[in-house]
Structures are given as C-alpha cells and as structure tokens.
Nanobody, 116 residues
Framework: QVQLVESGGGLVQPGGSLRLSCAAS????????MSWYRQAPGKERELVAT????????NYAESVKGRFTISRDIAKNTVYLQMNSLKPEDTAVYYC?????????WGQGTQVTVSS
C-alpha cells in the first residue's frame, strides 16, 4: 500500500535552513506529481509546493517563493523540500502528499518550529 514517510523537521532559528524528505513506497513514484502541505496551529492545511512527475515543473505558494525549493530523486523514491530564510510564520507540521486514484494520501507529518 502507499506509504509516505516524512523526516527532517526540527527547531531552527529565524533565517536558518532545513531540508525535509519524504520517502515514498507502494506506487510507481515516477508516474505521479508530489506535493508538500503544511498546517499551523489553529489554521487550515495549506499547499506549499508541487512538483510534476518528471520534475520539469514546480509551483509554490506565494508565501514561500524564492525561499523554498521542491525536488525529487526518482532513483530514491524521495521528494524533498529545501527551506531557506525561515521565518516564525513557517512554523507548522509539514506533510507530504500524493493525489492518486481520486484520493489524497498523506504522511504522518514532521514538525518545523522557527523560533529564537
């Protein structure tokens, strides 16, 4: 079955960087677009970034453009989110997402906290 396992979250100071990873299994990774979402306390889950199946196209939320980069490694069945110039408002649980067969699949999430 589909499994998405996120890692790489943690506590970082404002202006710092983190790289999140999402290891995928149970489906043909190279055939599907992948996304990262986040959910801050008391807020709705929001789309952060999406990468197409081949990696040829990427889209970002306005709030993270120029600071975050989504990428994928087909050989490792892994999608990444490189986060630079982090701000306190980036604090959230970050989720890896797959849309397949008319439904969403989610990982367990990884906490990112940006604080001094």
């Amino acid at each position: 079955q589909v499994q998405l396992v996120e890692s790489g979250g943690g506590l970082v100071q404002p202006g710092g960087s983190l790289r999140l990873s999402c290891a995928a299994s149970g489906f043909t990774f190279s055939n599907y677009a992948m996304s990262w979402y986040r959910q801050a306390p008391g807020k709705e889950r929001e789309l952060v970034a999406t990468i197409t199946s081949t990696g040829s196209s990427r889209n970002y939320a306005e709030s993270v453009k120029g600071r975050f980069t989504i990428s994928r490694d087909i050989a490792k069945n892994t999608v990444y989110l490189q986060m630079n110039s982090l701000k306190p408002e980036d604090t959230a649980v970050y989720y890896c997402n797959l849309w397949r067969s008319s439904r969403d699949y989610w990982g367990q999430g990884t906490q990112v906290t940006v604080s001094s």
